[in-house]
């Protein structure tokens, strides 16, 4: 009987994993594409965070009264 029930487990964590695989790949080429379709929509690819953003931070202090 124990050997039953332990195979009986062996399988459906088997089976379990397998399905977390397919679930966690789904959701991932859903994401991948979601993210294909909005940078072609918005025609971006990725911001640059060099200089131009410390200027926009130092521009929304000099708004704010803020000095930095």
């Known amino acids: ?3 039953d029930s332990t195979q ?3 399988i459906y964590q088997h089976a379990t994993a ?5 679930i966690a790949q789904a959701l991932h080429d859903a994401v991948r594409a ?3 379709k909005a940078k072609k ?3 971006g690819g990725k911001k640059s965070g060099g ?3 410390k200027k ?3 521009d929304r202090n000099e708004a704010s ?3 930095g």
């Open 56 to 58: 926009r931070s130092a």
């Open 18 to 22: 397998e399905a977390d695989r397919a």
């Open 34 to 36: 979601d993210q294909k």
């Open 8 to 10: 009986a487990a062996l």
């Open 1 to 3: 009987m124990w050997a």
């Open 65 to 67: 009264g803020e000095q």
């Open 51 to 53: 200089k131009k953003g």
């Open 41 to 43: 929509t918005t025609g």
